[in-house]
């Protein structure tokens, strides 16, 4: 079975599956008064709809195999990690045919808000240290009813990440 290798997540390396911004440690120019420092516009995705912010929770598995991928055609999907470090795994669009064999999986630290953009291939974030992942998704309402395709990998094309 093909492995994965987690690497550490970098603007160029995750630039080809959209973007993301540390909030814990917010950086460039500041709108500051003199209680605060407000850092706009950091990370953007309009998608026209209601925005919908969903928890999810990850039990962390014995072996990290994946034998399911999803993706939504018309929306970027975020997700901000909580409680943990998270690894989430990310292949490159393609016309509704998993690309397994072009999957990365990324180290994201707690507290940075990833946007995939749209039709990038992924699942659930898993833990990277705790027993459970607490994480926020945002996407518009009802995306996982109306935009949201999961495909079953065959035997060959599962993988299994590694840290």
């Not at 999810?56 to 399911?68: H, S």
């Not at 929306?75 to 909580?82: D, F, G, H, K, Q």
């Not at 045919?97 to 953009?117: D, G, I, Q, S």
Request: one cysteine or more; hydrophobic letters at 40%; aromatic letters at 8%.
């Amino acid at each position: 079975m093909r492995k994965i290798k987690v690497e550490a997540l970098t603007k160029e390396a995750f630039a080809p599956f959209g973007a993301y911004y540390n909030m814990e440690a917010p950086d460039g120019y500041p709108l500051s008064g003199e209680l605060h420092r407000f850092f706009p516009d950091r990370l953007t995705a309009y998608e026209g709809h209601n925005v919908a912010f969903s928890p999810i929770l990850v039990k962390r598995p014995e072996e990290m195999k994946i034998t399911q991928v999803e993706y939504h055609t018309t929306t970027a999907e975020i997700i901000l990690p909580l409680n943990d470090d998270m690894i989430l795994h990310v292949a490159p669009p393609s016309a509704g045919k998993p690309l397994p064999e072009l999957t990365r999986a990324f180290l994201v630290p707690k507290h940075t808000l990833v946007k995939m953009n749209a039709c990038v291939w992924h699942l659930a974030p898993l833990p990277a240290n705790a027993p459970e992942l607490d994480a926020m998704i945002v996407l518009p309402e009802c995306t996982y009813m109306n935009d949201c395709t999961v495909v079953d990998l065959t035997a060959d094309e599962q993988f299994v990440i590694e840290k």
